[in-house]
């Protein structure tokens, strides 16, 4: 069973600042990996699949990188919209599994 | 509009049994495998239980296994999830999503692109 661990908890950011937030997992996942945004009440948001690919619609000051055990979700320039939770996810393709990571917070500094 | 409603949600004891529904609208439901997931108070998200989008191949989480079914019915744009022997480790917020990657799911994956609001399940006596 993949682990998947995010760091930091919570992560204090002024508007305008550059976030970066780190997922890693407990083996290699090669880059089967996601990001989610959710805000308290909302339906969780897609944000990249593929370790680095933006989904629909998501704009681009949200870039993923990463591969094997180490994953960055970057936000390059923090709007108000953008103070959330976050959560990294792995998927296995088969069988088909997908196991979360805890979330990072994101506060405004 | 592309969503996704879920509902079905309630209070109940140990032991017990709920049927949540998910109703979809706006898009092809038939050719899109769809997931459950849970968020318990407090904690991350977990995955839950996955239905392929012609409903011949399903997979559940260990902790669920033998105790929930997940279902659908294309003719009817809904999915549902059949919780027996309900545990309060059950309780939480139950969402449905669905796989971004059409009838390529399991080569090709993409995500899960459209969530619903979630539906409040409460384990408890």
């Known amino acids: 069973e993949v682990v998947m661990t995010q760091s930091p908890a919570t992560l204090s950011v002024s508007p305008g600042e550059r976030a970066t937030l780190s997922c890693r997992a407990s083996?290699?996942?090669?880059?089967?990996l996601a990001w989610y945004q959710h805000k308290p009440g909302q339906a969780p948001r897609l944000l990249i699949y593929?370790?680095?690919t933006r989904a629909t619609g998501i704009p681009d000051r949200f870039s993923g990188s990463g591969s094997g055990t180490e994953f960055t979700l970057t936000i390059s320039s923090l709007q108000s919209e953008d103070f959330a939770v976050y959560f990294c996810?792995?998927?296995?393709?088969?069988?088909?599994?997908?196991?979360f990571g805890q979330g990072t917070k994101l506060d405004i500094k | 509009q592309v969503q996704l409603v879920e509902s079905g949600g309630g209070v109940v004891q140990p032991g017990g049994s709920l049927r949540l529904s998910c109703a979809a609208s706006?898009?092809?439901?038939?050719?899109?495998?769809i997931h459950w997931v849970r968020q318990a108070p407090g904690k991350g998200l977990e995955w839950v239980a996955t239905?392929?989008?012609?409903?011949?191949?399903?997979y559940y989480t260990d902790s669920v296994k033998g105790r929930f079914t997940i279902s659908r019915d294309n003719s009817e744009n809904t999915l549902h999830l059949q919780m027996n022997s309900l545990r309060p480790e059950d309780t939480g917020v139950f969402y449905c999503?669905?796989?971004?990657?059409?009838?390529?799911?399991?080569?090709?994956?993409?995500?899960?692109?459209?969530w619903g609001h979630g539906t409040p399940v409460t384990v408890s006596s």
């Open positions: 999503a669905r796989d971004a990657g059409g009838v390529s799911w399991l080569f090709n994956y993409n995500g899960m692109d459209i």
């Open positions: 706006g898009f092809n439901f038939r050719s899109y495998s």
């Open positions: 239905i392929s989008y012609d409903g011949t191949d399903r």
């Open positions: 083996q290699s996942i090669s880059s089967n």
């Open positions: 593929g370790a680095s």
């Open positions: 996810q792995q998927y296995n393709n088969w069988p088909p599994m997908y196991a």
